[in-house]
């Protein structure tokens, strides 16, 4: 691949977290940090865009020194990268969040939802326990009926068996249209919050925030709910690890995530040196 980077004049790079700027050990590599740090140095922007909650991005921005606005919970709230404030939120709609829970339910889906930063779960099961090992904290059991009103940032799926998860989203989208945004994550894992919000909106916010044209702008992602955000900017990403329907949506492909793919493409994209002449894409 044969790329000049002055023809795009990139200012801003956006980085979805899980399955793209992490490892499969949910860990950040030398050579990622390294790229980072570089681009930082040359006044490229990093701006992390990724569906998890403050609490659980916060350590990987701690890591890599970014102080950008931060998208967190797929879109729904950006935060200030430096003190942490909130700059921009959008909540479920009361309605909609009880449906949620209604179909999850009857579906027989693990069930969890955020709330001022807080993870809550009807069910002590294996799902939760896995899942707060992922995001490095612990949530509350809770009974979402006796939450009035129940003000949720974003609700969430998970299921072994996609399929199971697939009728439930259909039933969703019959009842509510573009009203809610929801998508898959991850392969098990669903997400869904405010139709008004996602990541390419999120970011198209941030960089009018920054004065900084989507024309000089990457962005980075794996997962479906990365899609419009890789088509939204001059040059979208995608991972090898990535679907088949987010790759379509790409303008490049990068080597996966756990190949430090981004750290390699940037590494071409940008002439960093970070690795071996004969080790590039």
Same mark, same amino acid.
């Given at each position: ?11 801003? #790079? ?14 950040? /590599? ?10 930082? $140095? ?28 931060? #998208? ?18 959008? &909540? ?8 949620? #829970? ?6 027989? &889906?693990?069930?969890? %939802? ?10 002590? =099961? ?9 995001? %490095? ?8 009926? /006796? ?11 998970? !299921?072994?068996?996609?399929?199971? #998860?697939?009728? !439930? $989203?259909?039933?969703?989208?019959? @009842?509510?249209?573009?009203? &809610?945004?929801?998508?898959? @994550?991850?392969? /098990? ?32 992602? =794996?997962? %479906?709910?990365?899609? $419009? ?14 679907? =088949?329907?987010?790759? &379509? ?17 940037? =590494? ?14």
């Amino acid at each position: 691949m044969i790329i000049d980077e002055f023809e795009y004049h990139i200012k801003a #790079i956006a980085f979805d977290l899980d399955g793209t700027l992490l490892d499969s050990d949910r860990a950040l /590599t030398p050579a990622v940090i390294k790229a980072i740090a570089l681009l930082k $140095a040359r006044g490229i922007v990093p701006i992390i865009a990724t569906g998890r909650s403050f609490r659980a991005m916060a350590p990987y921005q701690k890591q890599l020194q970014i102080t950008a606005p931060v #998208i967190c919970y797929n879109g729904a709230v950006v935060y200030h990268g430096g003190s942490g404030e909130i700059m921009h939120s959008v &909540l479920l709609d009361d309605e909609i969040t009880r449906e949620i #829970i209604r179909i999850g339910r009857a579906s027989n &889906l693990h069930l969890h %939802g955020f709330r001022d930063e807080q993870l809550l779960f009807e069910e002590d =099961d294996a799902q939760i326990a896995d899942y707060q090992a992922r995001v %490095g904290f612990s949530g509350t059991r809770v009974d979402f009926d /006796t939450l009035e009103p129940l003000r949720m940032t974003k609700m969430m799926y998970i !299921a072994e068996d996609p399929s199971r #998860i697939e009728q !439930a $989203a259909a039933m969703l989208e019959e @009842s509510f249209g573009d009203r &809610l945004h929801h998508c898959f @994550s991850l392969p /098990t894992f669903y997400e869904m919050i405010d139709g008004s919000a996602s990541k390419e909106h999120a970011l198209l916010r941030v960089l009018t925030d920054l004065g900084i044209s989507p024309d000089h702008t990457m962005a980075f992602g =794996d997962g %479906g709910n990365d899609s $419009a955000m890789l088509e939204a900017v001059r040059i979208g990403i995608a991972m090898e690890n990535a679907g =088949d329907e987010v790759k &379509l949506r790409s303008t490049f492909c990068a080597p996966g995530n756990d190949e430090d793919g981004v750290a390699r493409f940037l =590494d071409e994209f940008f002439h960093l040196g970070i690795f071996p002449e004969d080790e590039l894409l």
